[in-house]
């Protein structure tokens, strides 16, 4: 069954430094997705992509987050400058078109900022 | 302003036994909802949807009820197994997004 990938499964970084978080997504889907989970708190909507730009994004995505897909397969979203309350698990998700509901997750970066 | 809430953040069932979690949502809006379901170190996985316009959907072992006059649905899952130990979450579709409740621990005891 196909997967979205996401690299790497755990990053730490000192606070401040700016971090990459990879995706592949399914292939032939169009649309993409970046959430993220506090522990033990709520998943939350972070940005949607579709047609090489941001369709919608959420309060947290501030203008220390960006994201791009640089080539055909990747996702990326960049944190420019990482603060403590940015650790997370930072989940990618894709579907292919518009009329879905459900998207498919990738299993997540756990990233850890000290 | 949480749209999506699920008040109940762990639950032990028996092996065997019916479990039922429970969602209760604000907006009135709300035209699609769907569980996942996500074990540690792994992301969500789709479980069942219901459109509402129903009020219920069936596969397998998994029910969702939906009552849109109480804003709430519940998932219902009979035989429980220890398999389905994981987090549930509740969402709804809204424009383009998920919208998740916070999550229910499921726990099945052999």
């Known amino acids: 069954e196909p997967e979205v990938t996401q690299t790497p499964s755990h990053q730490v970084t000192q606070m401040g430094q700016e971090v990459i978080l990879r995706c592949v997504p399914i292939s032939n889907h169009l649309y993409f997705y970046w959430y993220r989970q506090i522990l033990g708190q709520k998943v939350d909507f972070l940005v949607s992509f579709y047609n090489n730009e941001i369709s919608e994004k959420s309060e947290i995505f501030d203008d220390q987050f960006s994201v791009e897909r640089p080539d055909g397969s990747n996702f990326t979203l960049k944190i420019r400058s990482t603060k403590l309350e940015d650790s997370a698990m930072y989940f990618c998700?894709?579907?292919?078109?518009?009329?879905?509901?459900?998207?498919?997750f990738g299993s997540g970066t756990r990233l850890t900022v000290v | 302003d949480q749209q999506v809430k699920q008040n109940s953040p762990s639950l032990s069932v028996q092996e065997g036994r019916i479990s039922i979690l429970n969602c209760d949502y604000t907006?009135?809006?709300?035209?699609?909802f769907l569980w996942y379901k996500k074990y540690p170190a792994e992301g969500p996985t789709f479980l069942i949807s219901i459109s509402s316009i129903k009020d219920k959907n069936e596969d397998g072992r998994f029910t969702v009820f939906l009552n849109k006059s109480a804003k709430h649905l519940s998932l219902h899952i009979v035989p429980s197994q220890p398999g389905d130990s994981a987090v549930y979450f509740c969402?709804?579709?809204?424009?383009?997004?998920?919208?998740f409740g916070q999550g229910t621990e499921l726990s099945v005891k052999p």
């Open positions: 998700a894709s579907k292919w078109r518009t009329g879905d509901y459900g998207y498919t």
């Open positions: 907006n009135s809006m709300f035209d699609y």
């Open positions: 969402a709804a579709y809204q424009g383009g997004k998920l919208i």
